[in-house]
């Protein structure tokens, strides 16, 4: 229940299909999940983008007559979380502009990390900066550089920028997809089933809109997709593969592949790998829904303790306008979680999650249970302590907040009231997602950045 | 999947709370999966009653300003299902009247079978009927009832209705909880943590206010809340208990208490008992979230099958305004449910359903999961062939719409193009809800009404 | 400007025309200054009512899909003023219901002066109330009178209620219009340019929809539509005319005729007559628009004195949700009225408003004019002091607010800090209505109640 | 009634003030009717600017909550006509930007005549455009300029640009102003009563916040704000005038002053003008609402013919979602306009407009004087024939679609259908506006275009 961490962005992009943003519209919304606050989509019809974007929910942003103005058979969208602030209404993706070879059409997702001093020295040459979205940069460069052909000036721009970026660029004619050196956060390829193609930040989108996956578009590849021929990849950099790890334990939907693997088996890799680590004799082993369903799973049938659905979600969530009185303190939580009383009464219960951020929420879940009968509540977490912040892309709270940076796992233990806790260690994680080598980045449990 | 079944209403009673409002509308969200369209309070402040009622969800219809109206407290409130046609704002309940004894408003949950008789007797002897819920029949009834007290009024009223009734009444200083003489529809009594009293369709109410469940209204029973006087039990029907079965199929909240027990444990007996039906040799086990979910882990332990996650639920379910293009059919199943194509891929897999009305979302069920590379798909219902519809209080579709109704259990196989297709049989549904006598109501499986 | 005295309500009716509810919607429009809390229409198909309406103004109420419902060639219309309280969405009209003769929908304008009386005798004998509208008591009366035909009964209902009532009754078949025997609130009768009928509080509406007045519905007199029939009349009271003489100082839209008389020109009239009251030597005469608009041109005309447009209205008059600082006291009159400095400046002023309530908003216009530069400002008003509450219709504040009832027009001027101040007298305004007998009600100036 | 031509902006600034962005909230509301697509505001706390800006009407785009954020002692604000076409979320002003002095916000009311021109190169010099605003041009300007002060840059900057433009730029501790050398639109200087300064497009901005009128920036001048310091006047250009002289005819609000003069007075002017061309003897002189009311209380003054209320505009016009029947032509204007039957029949008409864009309005309303009974109806208009687009900041219709382009007055005439129809001449409308040189624009009368 990571209500404290949240993936960004997502990012799509359709080439080649008469109705090209109808398809980016249904991929947004299956990639919801990675962003709620704004949403956009660029399509271009050959002579002109079209864009429109907004904040809320895609259903929100998009109606059918606003689709319909989105013409052309190529289109990128973007989904977006966003931190609260100034009025974010121009931090919506795509970004357009206009500038000397034409238009062109940006959706990000990642995080640069010279971000600011690469604005610095646009700034200094005569830029201007009219949004708080690293992104912007990249227009920038873009139009600057010195090269001929979009194709060579993409591949100067993103020799410019450091840290995480799966980008989707569209011109007027041409799409191009890209993804940083070490291919931080995920992008994949697939074959729309009339033939044209789809680049999307999980594979979810694709089987809702019925494409094939190809393969992932490589760390350091730039793809360019041009009518009537088949992708050109350009092998930018070489790859040095630093996966974000955090994909297979919490971001991305169970449904997915990233990074070639499919994100459900690995996380009933981690429940597995967990059985073994500090293992107990319990009566039923449960999730904290819905992130914890699959170790859970994965727990059970390695231990043999039964799986059973000891907490419930509910989906129609209240917001809370009106402050509970004390006798209702905790409803907050209840309002969104119950527990199954009867499947718990009296149980040593094993409770499944994905990860401990500041340790509230599982306190109280730890509190919620023992109040419904539970005899014996052992938290267990299908990865390590979270202990850094990321700097990749991940919206994480400072390091002050994050418990496991702060307290030990005793500590810890101690301050959800849990009886029990542990967490799975790193070499299991790795097992989990059958890392062979050093190709996933796992700096919010080690603080081993790249530099 | 029940997609053509639905519970039409909940109802909700507080008394004895400073906040009963407040409680009410908490309450409220928490049976809100009982409908849908409408949702109001009632509040008495000792003096007058408050009303707000409208069309929408609670979340919708309330807000601090307007729950701060409400005073007083005690509360009756009320979310409700509504079938489309004429403008329905009228409908809302709680449905409210100044008669001789002063001011009342009711909660209703249930069908009345003879309302049309007792509205023409009603309405022959100068009655005037405004809305078209049965539910007015009541304040009529009692309006019109010789006898000089409400409760007495309440008793003579009640005798000339026929049907389903869990009723919630509240006057000026009194509230009165009422079940048919069958307890069709649940409701149950709980204790405030503060000293007052709570009556509600579901204990999952109780459980999110912080109450504690005492015992059910009893069939035919008559409670009456007054100030500080424990709450009086009038028998006014000897009972004869046909509680509704499909309340433990698939109405009531998992982690809520119906009719005495835990919908979570006879869902899983369902799912054991299933186990029995049919046995196959196959690889996994799977529920179609969220309803089959506990009949699949019942399912999977007495089975030894593994259970596993196969198919996804989606939180952002876009409205399909546009016409999915041809390539594109099936997408509107899609959108709320993705299978989990790595987990079932080349398996031999069982999916465990509650029940099948129309039979067509089972059909595209079936056919996702082939897509998804499922090597054979057997279909397992935790409850028998639903074939005929109820006239207390569930809106089922007509006869000839239920698949059933119409077909036999391998025409509906091939309907579906499932490899294999079992049902529940009554005896094990009946022994899964622990019945040892006829207390149940199976009239949508049996066809044998109550009379 | 008149901002604390409110028509309560506007009726329409329309038989006989294919697109009845399309008409009535149109209708609702050009009534919409009678009210705007609320609107709704029923309409008949011959067969059933059908009937939609809510609280918010007739453009937001209805939709072509939601008019598309109210089938039928005949429709009733109401668009009303509410008083907060609470939750009034049962307060909204048509007041529909189902009793031994079949279905009824009513709208009425006015208010019953014996409401509780009736109310409480029909309470006694059981009859119940599930809203605070005294129009109920007309479904009761009719629904409990032993009479067997319709017509009758209406007949016999009228007869059992006093007070004001413009009323429009539709039944499957037929629709009855009706006025009490004093003729309080307008309603007139109207032929459709395709055969059909209209019926409205006022004519404006026929102006919209293209119908040619024939005459207005007579004080006492019952109209009968029938289809394929001219209207029936019958006289049901000995009329004895009372109409509410503020209809043309205030209420009525100036391009509408009542009562058989243009507004606009009686409202000029009274411009002229109000000019031989305290003449001054002034510079211009301007108007406190819209409402003195007519009166000032009158003024203008008779005195010789040029009328100028010395307030403007503004068009985007911003909810002041925030508190206006110190320095921006008088901002909120200053967001709806702005003066015209330089036609003000240095100018001897004479300003012509209708009425005057409670005295605060003259007060501030003065000062506005004041402070744009007026060296005198003399407020002269067309209508005799209001001293006295309306019982027949009119939303009035408490005689204890109402300025004229508790000052001298020497201590008004005084507080509103004009230089003089005239009202017209009771006969110039009877006069300006070409009144030659008792046949308006002029109890708001002089107390003089009909019993 | 100019329903095809639209000023297309307002501006305003506030310095010094400590709750700037209220006022600029507030100045907002009283300039809504030159824009209402979209509004926005920018503050500067000193450190920081802060933007919020949308679609939608100034009381949509703020509330309570958002203004709070716009926190500071300086503001500028816009609201803005907008035409349709691709998603204009971006084309909401203020602009912002960071550039390597820091932030800046501009908000812009006219139009630059050489923006493809200057954007071309700016792209040629690696700039790019992120809107379709010719505004985005000015901060690249100020960016890309070699000059070390934002003062000397903003001179840099207009230097470069052509065309009409009032501005206001706020950097985090200034605030400047500035006209073009023609001064096309207006921009006037006022001080707060506390003792701050206010920039606005008209003087009824002053009016609501208690601001006086202190003079006009100069057509060509250049303000400069800073605290604790007069306003720093710098003469960048030297002026030659050409003040759009529509902004009397039609666009300002009558109770402003722009370019120094009362605009009610100029255009009552404009009647007492047009009085002596084509005189004819009529019963009555009446305006059409709102645009018409001051030439026509002129023209009645001059000519001695009765002003009258002929035609009235109604207030709660509801969108027209349903197509009106065969009998219910013309319902659209009839929404907005009603005649005043009484006061027009078998009378002889003069109306008076302000202008004739297309000339069906005209149309619809000599109709509907006629349809109401006027004997004859002779139109009168207050400006001579529009024949040429305006390039300087109104929104016109291409010339083909100008009705005046293309047809003699006696074939308007005709098309319209008036028994007469007369233009005040330039000389008249030059004497209006007392022109004793040549300091007002006249292109959309005359073609001649400042080059």
Do not use: W
Request: charged share 25%; aromatic share 8%.
């Amino acid at each position: 229940m990571l209500e404290n961490m949240n993936e960004k962005c997502a990012v799509v992009g359709i080439f080649g299909h008469k109705e090209a943003s109808k398809l980016a519209y249904f991929s947004l919304h299956a990639l919801q999940h990675r962003g709620q606050e704004a949403a956009g989509i660029s399509s271009s019809d050959g002579q002109k983008l079209h864009t429109i974007k907004d904040r809320g929910l895609v259903m929100k942003v998009f109606n059918e007559e606003k689709l319909a103005t989105l013409s052309g058979s190529s289109a990128v969208g973007h989904t977006r979380y966003s931190t609260a602030g100034d009025d974010s209404i121009l931090d919506a993706q795509p970004v357009f502009a206009r500038y000397d070879l034409g238009e062109m059409a940006i959706v990000h997702n990642g995080n640069l990390t010279n971000a600011e001093e690469v604005r610095s020295a646009l700034i200094k040459k005569g830029a201007i900066f009219q949004t708080f979205m690293d992104t912007e940069n990249l227009i920038h460069l873009i139009a600057k550089s010195q090269k001929e052909t979009l194709t060579d000036r993409i591949i100067d721009a993103v020799n410019r920028i450091e840290g995480a970026f799966s980008l989707v660029f569209l011109s007027r004619t041409k799409m191009f997809a890209m993804r940083d050196r070490h291919g931080f956060r995920p992008l994949s390829l697939g074959r729309l089933p009339s033939g044209g193609y789809i680049v999307a930040s999980e594979t979810c989108a694709f089987d809702l809109v019925g494409a094939d996956y190809i393969r992932d578009v490589e760390a350091g590849e730039l793809l360019i997709f041009e009518e009537n021929k088949a992708p050109l990849s350009i092998k930018v950099f070489e790859p040095t593969p630093k996966h974000c790890i955090f994909e297979y334990v919490y971001f991305a939907r169970p449904d997915s592949k990233v990074f070639g693997q499919s994100v459900y088996q690995t996380r009933k890799n981690m429940g597995r790998e967990l059985a073994h680590i500090k293992p107990i004799k319990a009566d039923i082993v449960i999730p904290v829904p819905d992130g914890g369903v699959p170790a859970a799973i994965g727990y059970a049938q390695e231990s043999g303790i039964p799986y059973e659905l000891g907490i419930m979600r509910n989906h129609y969530i209240g917001r809370t306008f009106i402050e509970p009185t004390q006798e209702m303190r905790d409803l907050k939580v209840k309002m969104k979680l119950s527990p199954m009383a009867e499947a718990i009464k009296d149980k040593i219960v094993i409770v499944i999650d994905d990860s401990i951020v500041r340790g509230t929420t599982s306190r109280r879940i730890v509190k919620m249970l023992k109040e419904a009968g539970a005899k014996e509540v052992h938290m267990r977490i299908s990865s390590p302590p979270t202990t850094d912040p990321c700097f990749y892309g991940v919206d994480t709270p400072n390091k002050e907040k994050l418990i496991a940076a702060n307290m030990s796992v005793e500590e810890i233990c101690a301050f959800i009231e849990a009886d029990s806790l542990a967490y799975l260690d790193e070499a299991g994680l790795l097992r989990s997602v059958n890392a062979t080598d050093d190709r996933y980045c796992t700096a919010c449990f080690t603080g081993n950045y790249i530099v």
